[in-house]
């Protein structure tokens, strides 16, 4: 079995030295083609429900206050269930993506950058699906490990998010897609693990940022790791309660 990378193992800013490409080939997977061809109705809840967005709390990343927002269905299997009965149609095609954990709207404001950065495992394919794109290369576009793309709306693309990456709209319109995580078939196994390890860095993170706690960004990669292993127990108790209970997140 293939290990799992964390970003434990090292420190956001060093590149990710896996054997992933940049971007993942999933032409013959059966979701991603029923996306596209029910991308507007995604389109058509967005237009609708265009005041549920919220800033993004990954403000490190952004250029300006504020550029990067979102509507959150699912983050690392926590479902948000006001926003996901909000948009039941994008609902129900999410509902048939195998071994979904992640699931959200975002918007990228016009002449907004997002800063080179990284995910936190190699364990899933992130997607993006274009929902609104208001331009081509080079004035729009995403980049992972110096390979440049741009979305196209109905289309979807899959990368690695170890690797580190950038977005930019330099265009005078916002930029739409919907963001999805998929954990990759040969971690399926242990998708339930991944969750709750990086919701554990999650934790780690926002005690950092919520509660002053910055000591915790200078740890060496294996005090952070252990301290990862602490929390995860927690997590695992806590998810099962909350898809019991339907609970929501904010």
């Known amino acids: 079995m293939k290990d799992i990378y964390y970003i434990y193992q090292d420190t956001l800013n060093t590149p990710y030295k896996g054997k992933e490409p940049a971007y993942f080939d999933l032409k013959d997977a059966a979701w991603k083609q029923h996306l596209e061809q029910e991308w507007k109705k995604i389109l058509a809840e967005l237009k609708s429900n265009s005041t549920q967005f919220t800033t993004n709390e990954v403000s490190e990343f952004q250029s ?9 269905f699912i983050f690392w299997s ?5 926003k996901l009965e909000a ?13 979904l954990v992640g699931a959200s709207i975002n ?27 208001p331009g081509t290369l080079p004035q729009i576009g995403f980049k992972v490990n110096n390979q440049d793309a741009c979305w196209q709306e109905g289309k979807l693309f899959a990368f690695c998010d170890a690797h580190q990456h950038t977005a930019w709209n330099h265009t005078d319109q916002d930029r739409y897609i ?14 339930y693990d991944i969750c709750c390890t990086v919701l554990s860095l999650n934790t780690l993170h926002l005690m950092a940022e919520r509660l002053g706690m910055t ?9 952070l790791k252990f301290l990862t292993l602490l929390l995860k127990p927690l997590w695992y108790l806590y998810l099962p309660i909350h898809r019991f209970m339907g609970r929501n997140f904010k």
């Open 178 to 191: 919907l963001l999805l995580d998929v954990i990759r078939p040969e971690f399926a196994e242990q998708k």
């Open 107 to 133: 918007r990228l404001k016009a002449g907004a950058e997002i800063t080179l950065h990284k995910g936190e495992t190699n364990a899933i394919y992130r997607c993006h699906l274009g929902l609104v794109v």
């Open 87 to 99: 948009f039941p149609q994008t609902a129900a095609l999410l509902n048939k993506i195998p071994n």
């Open 78 to 82: 926590r479902m948000h269930k006001s």
């Open 64 to 72: 300006e206050a504020d550029s990067w927002q979102t509507i959150g």
């Open 215 to 223: 000591f915790l960004f200078k740890l060496k990669p294996n005090q």
